[in-house]
């Protein structure tokens, strides 16, 4: 199945999700996970009308989007994996949403690079809510404190929360964390749930999903 007609089931699937549960799919921004695809697999989603991005890697994103942009006006660009407090001047001048804010060092450096740039992506807080070892984000315990020290240390607006569910584990109790602690942080934003499980995620209050494959098809990861 073409790429364009992929997109317009995951749609079709984001609405109906979103009208089940009551809330209007309008609610729910679609990222679409380009992440490991060239220009050429992404133009037609591009030509589909999809406008809203993810992407993992600084780099990656720098080789591949200013040119895409410059041909499809209205881009709106979301970092979604670990960001280096080294990278943090490309990341503010290139996203438009940064979603992996999860400690100190990364918020001071982002903090000064919007003041020297002038610029001011979006920004939320990774939590782990499975409190993985190898995984980036927040223990759920320090989440609401984190963006509280954000805001009054560091001066940031934070929009939201984000989280990765374990691979084994149900997401739902996961999202339904987010969604608590989101409540209790005060923001507005819950970015949670990716192909296997954001219907799952709509049901529980997600503001953005993040779909990839089930839009790009089988992702190649380099060796």
Not at 16 to 24: K, N
Request: proline residues 6%; glycine residues 8%; charged residues 25%.
């Amino acid at each position: 199945m073409p790429a364009a007609d992929r997109l317009a089931e995951i749609r079709d699937r984001l609405a109906r999700a979103a009208r089940e549960t009551g809330r209007d799919p309008a609610a729910v921004t679609l990222v679409a996970v380009s992440k490991t695809f060239g220009a050429e697999d992404i133009r037609p989603v591009l030509n589909a009308g999809q406008r809203v991005f993810g992407e993992n890697r600084v780099q990656e994103a720098q080789e591949k989007w200013p040119a895409l942009r410059a041909e499809f006006p209205g881009v709106e660009l979301h970092l979604i994996g670990p960001l280096q407090s080294n990278k943090a001047k490309e990341a503010v001048a290139l996203f438009d949403v940064i979603h992996t804010v999860d400690r100190e060092k990364i918020a001071a450096a982002l903090a000064g690079e919007m003041a020297r740039q002038d610029r001011r992506p979006k920004l939320l807080v990774q939590v782990n809510t499975g409190e993985e070892p190898q995984k980036a984000g927040v223990a759920p315990t320090d989440a609401v404190a984190f963006v509280a020290r954000c805001r009054e240390v560091h001066g940031l607006e934070i929009a939201g929360l984000m989280c990765i569910p374990p691979a084994d584990e149900n997401p739902a109790p996961h999202f339904a964390l987010l969604d608590d602690l989101a409540k209790d942080a005060g923001v507005l934003w819950r970015s949670m749930g990716m192909s296997s499980d954001f219907e799952t995620a709509i049901g529980q209050g997600a503001t953005h999903v993040r779909v990839g494959s089930a839009i790009f098809g089988h992702r190649d990861y380099p060796a």
